[in-house]
């Protein structure tokens, strides 16, 4: 079945690093990713451009790299 619905930028953050990461995000972390996640013009809305960026920023943390 379909995961559930993320309607907030704190459920898309959360989600992304809780998938990618295995772990939730610290408060610094959530506040820098919110700001991505959330369209500025439309406060509320989550911007498709900004969790692109959010996927790409988790992507290359050093942590979510495997290095044989």
Do not use: C, H, M, N
């Amino acid at each position: 079945p379909p995961g559930p619905r993320l309607t907030t930028g704190t459920d898309v953050v959360d989600r992304v690093y809780w998938y990618a990461l295995g772990r939730a995000p610290s408060a610094d972390e959530r506040a820098i990713a919110l700001e991505a996640v959330v369209d500025s013009p439309r406060p509320g809305r989550i911007s498709a451009e900004g969790v692109a960026d959010l996927l790409w920023a988790v992507i290359v943390k050093p942590e979510f790299q495997l290095i044989f």
